[in-house]
């Protein structure tokens, strides 16, 4: 088994693996219109970085805490890495 990477924050470890797996692998899956589609690290990668951007450009900034009121869904989990990615918590 290949040793596992220390990684001091989340957000640190998400960007090594988006980085090494990009459009490699499927990140996650989820349903549209019935049927399940595969997103790869590169899409997740993206719409995470864009998501933080339009985040800070809200203002949210480190410490901030930012509530997410979401099902279960991609959405919430591309919230959630974008409001880690600004030094922000989430508050689920």
Do not use: C
């Amino acid at each position: 088994m290949p040793p596992i990477q220390d990684f001091k924050t989340i957000p640190e470890m998400f960007d090594v693996v988006t980085n090494k797996y990009g459009s490699a692998k499927t990140y996650l899956k989820h349903k549209v219109d019935g049927k399940f589609i595969d997103v790869n690290y590169e899409v997740v990668r993206e719409i995470t970085e864009n998501l933080a951007l339009g985040l800070a450009s809200f203002g949210v900034k480190r410490e901030d805490r930012v509530a997410i009121i979401a099902e279960n869904r991609p959405e919430w989990y591309y919230s959630d890495q974008a409001i880690l990615a600004l030094g922000g918590v989430d508050v689920p």
